[in-house]
């Protein structure tokens, strides 16, 4: 007789996933995620100012620059927040070996958290964790300062996870009432992340009746550098469904689903009690197709939970490739002509985040390998793809092959220039390797070390790199604003009169009272 | 004065024209029968600049007055405004002859004369002249001096004018519908009628009526009328400017105004932003800021209060003892109150109509105010007239037909 056991459809136990909270705002984070109950996934607190720590939920909490620091945070500085993540690689690395998947909370912006995520990140993908990070942008009123450096990190963290959620502290005041408290403000901030990293665990560990994975994940994310787009939403009682997206829906990530027209692929997840019924979910996509293009990859998933009882929850996932964020931005920019100080279009929230990072990548590692410049893909294509799931050997083939096309016209051109720049060995097995398979596997992973090693000289590169490459940049901004202004001025002289336009002047006072008064005031 | 007599007011703005049919009881008592409202197209700042469509609006207007209150209307009251309206206080002084000391209508007859006589500009006609108070050797009198002895009578005036013409063609307008005029009335003498009553004119009260396009007041100290005028600026000034800083449409930047916008300075009120959703012709998502939307409005309408502020009479600030009344639609904004007291740190009332019976909806709406008030002006005018003290409120205005 055939013995037939249920599948657990290659669901990923909950003890394979860890969540680590880093800095202070990443322990605030960490400990929202546990006082909302978090069944089975382990906890992990990372901080070097001890008070904190030691007043963390998480069940696990290691201190970082235990000789460096000693006990005490790092005061805002990211280079310290990085050498204190270094220090203490080997316990991290140990915390986190064996684990799939690593949800990292981190606030960035300040010490800890700006410095050490990104190291933090690449430890964990080298112990072969699929690496989704939450990251808070400071708020504007923090200063320039921070901002950039939160910049910085997040332009690291774009290109060493697999995938980045982040919420801009500046946004959060449309999670909350502006008489509320402070404090309201930012637990509800954490909550949401908190309702976040569920709705992915969620997604990936239950079983489905029409199941969504980690693969679909992946493809709902797949493309490079991108924004996570992410709601989730739950409802119960009557007319559930659509509650529950409309709750999804006013995520401030999606901006009332205005930003899900350009995306290209769509993570739906569904999952609700026993009496979920299929007219519910049909009722429900619809209502979700007003929102997403035709032409997109929509990623269904459905699944049943007891524990849910009468209500229904949606998750939805998608991924906007920066450039996209970015040209709309342009558009923006070149449209507008008035003076338009508190207009902004939807997208423009984004402003800060889309630098060109391909760039400024290709910048550092073309001062580190100058022969590479000739085929950026290289560069930004294998460190994050390849690099997924160095563990799977099954997978990888197939994916090595994909982008071994590519990097071929420069490995395969019998000059071998990468190889002889970085290192000799490595790329020389992974040049053979292209017709055994075998040593497919081996070889991707000694590639993804060669390239990491250059991605870990990068900040210091980067940071050489970051002055030559924005001076061009302020230049073109100061002579846009100067533009703009001189525009603005004429516009005070002529026609600043909107609708009154073509009327005799309305003068009470020496007073146009017809002009704006902020205009006239400016002008004063 | 037994019989009910039925009167009809009619205000030309610059948003909408509205008509009020109103029933005034033999006991005084006022209800209001219908009102017809159209949205006026054709004005700009209280004043017509295109006769044909405005004629339209008032029709609109008529029948549907008509339709609601069952009444044929013939005559209307009409409320002016504009800036071309002034009014100034003068005082009439008349020293009575050596021989006589009692004081006789003629003599009030002959003060009145000279407190008319202002050096108005040739093209401006009186539309009210407001009886203040009498002065009989300087010691004030509100009712009539005939009979008490005294050497000099003073009689204080309030005199408004405005350009004949642009008044002429405001009448005509109507008189082209087969209406006549029975008066014209400077709006804000009108909603004051409404709005304050005795008590609270006693007191000192300020109506500020925040109309379209203009912003209309009157001052009232003492029981009696001190200073009124018009600035021409309104809400659709408000719109304009949004509609100038955001580059929205004037419709949606009205919709902003009227959904979105606060005065109050309030900075919790003026956080995040407001999306403007996507609509059926072709509109990308927008979004404006809170903060910005929020100042614009309250720099134009701290601007239009400092004027209004400016205009009053020196001194008169302090003597406001009930405080201030606010109507038109442009009240209607958020957080005016409390912009108002910022300005004028006085107590701020909603205008508001007690004494009239009818449909209690219409005339809670500030909007409506001007044009109910006419209607209780009509009422005094018409006391006024059975009365009919040719000494009384002379009222010589020169386009009146028979």
């Known amino acids: 007789m055939i013995e037939f056991t249920k599948d657990p459809q290659n669901t990923i136990p909950s003890s394979l996933v860890k969540i680590i909270g880093l800095g202070g705002a990443g322990a605030n984070m960490l400990d929202r995620v546990a006082l909302d109950g978090m069944e089975g996934a382990e906890m992990l607190a990372l901080n070097a100012d001890i008070r904190t720590l030691s007043g963390s939920v998480a069940s696990e909490r290691i201190q970082l620059g235990r000789n460096l620091t000693k006990g005490l945070g790092t005061g805002g500085d990211p280079d310290l927040g990085q050498k204190v993540m270094m220090e203490a690689e080997k316990e991290v690395r140990s915390a986190i070996k064996g684990r799939k998947i690593v949800f990292l909370c981190v606030g960035l912006g300040g010490g800890t958290g700006s410095g050490g995520a990104p190291i933090l990140t690449r430890i964990a993908r080298e112990e072969g964790a699929f690496v989704v990070v939450f990251a808070t942008m400071p708020f504007g009123f923090e200063g320039h300062r921070r901002r950039e450096q939160a910049e910085t990190a997040l332009n690291e963290l774009a290109v060493l996870s697999n995938a980045l959620v982040v919420f801009d502290n500046n946004r959060m005041g449309e999670l909350v009432l502006a008489k509320q408290g402070i404090h309201e403000a930012f637990s509800a901030g954490d909550r949401m992340i908190s309702d976040s990293i569920k709705a992915v665990i969620r997604l990936v560990i239950r079983p489905g009746l029409i199941h969504v994975g980690l693969d679909e994940l992946m493809t709902a994310l797949r493309t490079t550098r991108s924004r996570c787009l992410f709601g989730s939403g739950m409802a119960s009682g009557k007319d559930r469904a659509s509650k529950a997206l409309t709750n999804a829906l006013s995520s401030p990530l999606l901006d009332k689903g205005a930003l899900l027209k350009e995306a290209s692929s769509v993570l739906v997840h569904i999952c609700g009690g026993d009496d979920l019924t299929l007219y519910e979910i049909e009722l429900l996509m619809q209502k979700l197709m007003k929102y997403v293009p035709a032409k997109a990859h929509v990623l269904f998933g459905a699944a049943i939970d007891t524990n849910m009882k009468d209500s229904l929850s949606i998750t939805l996932i998608s991924a906007l490739p920066e450039e996209k964020l970015r040209s709309s931005n342009e558009d923006a920019e070149r449209i507008v002509l008035a003076p338009t100080e508190g207009f902004e279009f939807d997208v423009s929230e984004e402003q800060p985040e889309p630098e060109p990072i391909a760039q400024k990548i290709d910048f550092a590692l073309t001062d580190a390998i100058p022969t590479v410049a000739t085929a950026p893909v290289v560069t930004a294509a294998p460190v994050t793809e390849a690099v997924e799931e160095p563990d799977a050997t099954a997978a990888p083939i197939a994916q090595i092959d994909d982008w071994l096309d590519l990097p071929s016209t420069v490995f395969a051109g019998g000059e071998r220039p990468f190889a002889e720049h970085v290192q000799d060995d490595p790329i020389a097995d992974f040049a053979h390797a292209t017709t055994t398979p075998a040593s497919v596997a081996d070889a991707a992973r000694d590639l993804q070390e060669a390239l990491q090693a250059s991605i870990a000289h990068e900040p210091d590169e980067l940071s050489e790199a970051e002055p030559e490459h924005k001076t061009p940049d302020l230049g073109d901004l100061l002579e846009k604003t100067r533009t703009r202004l001189s525009q603005q001025e004429s516009l005070f002289d002529g026609d600043a009169r909107g609708k009154f336009a073509d009327t005799e002047p309305n003068l009470v006072d020496g007073d146009d009272l017809d002009i704006p008064p902020f205009l006239r005031k400016k002008k004063k | ?402």
């Not at chain 2, 159209?38 to 609006?57: F, L, N, P």
């Not at chain 2, 009108?190 to 005795?198: D, K």
């Not at chain 2, 009328?225 to 408000?238: K, L, M, Q, R, T």
């Not at chain 2, 209690?360 to 006419?374: E, I, R, S, V």
Request: aromatic residues 6%.
């Open chain 2, 1 to 402: 004065m037994a019989r009910a007599k039925i009167h009809v007011g009619l205000e030309i703005g610059t948003s909408k024209v509205c008509m009020v049919v109103g029933e005034v009881k033999s006991d005084g008592s006022v209800k209001i029968l219908g009102l017809g409202t159209s949205k006026a197209a054709g004005v700009r700042k209280g004043e017509i600049c295109d006769y044909s469509k405005i004629r339209e609006c008032v029709d609109d207007a008529r029948m549907k007055a008509e339709e609601a209150s069952d009444v044929e209307i013939g005559s209307v009251f009409l409320s002016v405004s504009g800036a071309h309206i002034q009014s100034i206080n003068n005082v009439g002084t008349y020293r009575l002859p050596d021989n006589e000391k009692q004081i006789q209508p003629e003599h009030i007859a002959e003060a009145n004369d000279i407190a008319k006589d202002i050096n108005i500009s040739p093209e401006h006609v009186y539309l009210h002249n407001i009886l203040r108070n009498y002065r009989v050797d300087g010691f004030a009198h509100s009712s009539s001096p005939v009979g008490l002895f005294g050497k000099t009578l003073e009689n204080d005036f309030h005199v408004v004018t405005g350009i004949g013409t642009r008044i002429q063609n405001s009448i005509k307008c109507v008189r082209e519908l087969q209406m006549d005029v029975d008066d014209v009335v400077f709006a804000p003498i009108a909603t004051a009628q409404l709005a304050l009553n005795r008590a609270e004119r006693e007191r000192g009260a300020l109506l500020i009526d925040i109309g379209g396009g203009t912003t209309d007041y009157a001052l009232y100290l003492n029981g009696c009328i001190a200073a009124s005028g018009c600035i021409p600026a309104g809400g659709e000034h408000i719109t304009n400017d949004i509609h100038m800083l955001t580059g929205l449409s004037f419709s949606k930047a009205e919709g902003l105004k009227i959904k979105e916008g606060d005065a109050s300075g309030d900075q919790s009120r003026s956080v995040g932003t407001i999306k403007i959703p996507v609509d059926e012709k072709g509109f990308s998502q927008q979004e404006v800021k809170r903060e910005v939307l929020n100042e614009v409005i309250r720099q134009r309408l701290i601007e239009i209060l400092t004027l209004v502020r400016k205009r009053l009479p020196p001194g008169s600030e302090q003597l406001i003892g009930t405080g201030i009344f606010l109507s038109g639609g442009s009240s209607l904004m958020r957080g005016l109150d409390t912009l108002t007291h910022q300005i004028f740190q006085r107590a701020i009332y909603r205008a508001e109509a007690a004494e009239i019976s009818g449909v209690q909806a219409n005339f809670k709406d500030p909007q409506y105010a001007t044009t109910l008030g006419l209607i209780r002006y009509a009422q005094l005018a018409d006391l006024e007239k059975q009365n009919s003290a040719p000494k009384g409120l002379g009222r010589f205005w020169p386009f009146r037909r028979s």
